[in-house]
Nanobody
């Protein structure tokens, strides 16, 4: 079974940037980032999918960018112009079928905390 490990979270001020990294122990067709803020449901953030297709949720378009290194089985989330509402635990996840529904992701990392102060 694929295992995932995220890194790169931290405490930053509004307008700052962070880059999250996730390394997988094996290749998976779809690698994605989700986030969960306190008291809220886990939500989709970004996906790097089959054929290199990328998707971003509307609230981060133009600020966040997802990229992937297939040699090292890594996926990155570059987060620019961070806002307090981006504060959440960010999770890396993988799946072997197309889609971005939470239920379809088979393996999750432990999460990394991102906190953005105003």
């Amino acid at each position: 079974q694929v295992q995932l490990r995220e890194s790169g979270g931290g405490l930053v001020q509004g307008g700052d940037s962070l880059r999250l990294s996730c390394v997988a122990t094996a290749r998976a067709p779809v690698m994605a980032w989700f986030r969960q803020a306190p008291g809220k449901e886990r939500e989709f953030v970004a996906l790097h999918g089959i054929g290199g297709r990328t998707e971003l949720t509307d609230s981060v378009k133009g600020r966040f960018f997802i990229s992937r290194d297939n040699v090292d089985n890594m996926v990155y989330l570059q987060m620019n112009d961070l806002k307090p509402e981006d504060t959440a635990v960010y999770y890396c996840a993988v799946r072997f079928t197309a889609g971005r529904d939470v239920e379809g992701f088979e393996t999750w990392g432990q999460g990394t905390q991102v906190t953005v102060s105003s």
